[in-house]
């Protein structure tokens, strides 16, 4: 007996989904995996196009003078198993100035790994060093599955 899923877009014969795919999860000749699921929504995400540069991972670097403000917001963590990310860049901040944007993902900050770890421990990294050397990448799809699964 088969269980039919729905993946969320539509293989096209070389272009972009037309609609929702009904996998034959089980007991079917078609099997379509989470993963790959994933990764089409990906590909056929409005906000990927054919510039691939501006999703490579990039440095930024801030000073902090003792008091300022950062200039950014975060969200996410290891809760959220997606990571942590930029959720609002203050206009003309330093962080604006630097090329911080909403939806980048925060990879490390001074050397330490920010893939899988806890939203307070991000915070106080953050809040306590006085020079941030950041490594981002913009990563929109995920931020706003990151976006959806939080609640504020």
Request: charged share 25%; aromatic share 8%.
């Amino acid at each position: 007996m088969g269980v039919d899923g729905w993946c969320g877009v539509s293989e096209g014969a070389g272009g972009p989904p037309s609609g929702p795919l009904v996998v034959r999860v089980c007991g079917g000749s078609r099997r379509l995996t989470a993963r790959r699921c994933v990764a089409l929504q990906r590909v056929y995400h409005p906000d990927y196009n054919n510039e691939l540069t501006q999703f490579l991972p990039r440095t930024i670097v801030l000073k902090k003078p003792p008091g300022a403000q950062l200039g950014f917001n975060i969200r996410g963590g290891k809760a959220s198993q997606l990571g942590i990310f930029i959720s609002k860049v203050i206009p003309d901040s330093d962080a604006h100035r630097a090329g911080l944007q909403e939806g980048d993902q925060v990879l490390s900050v001074n050397d330490v790994d920010f893939q899988d770890i806890e939203h307070s421990k991000a915070v106080e990294i953050l809040k306590t060093a006085r020079e941030i050397t950041m490594r981002v990448r913009y990563f929109p799809y995920n931020y706003q599955r990151q976006k959806e699964r939080t609640v504020h």
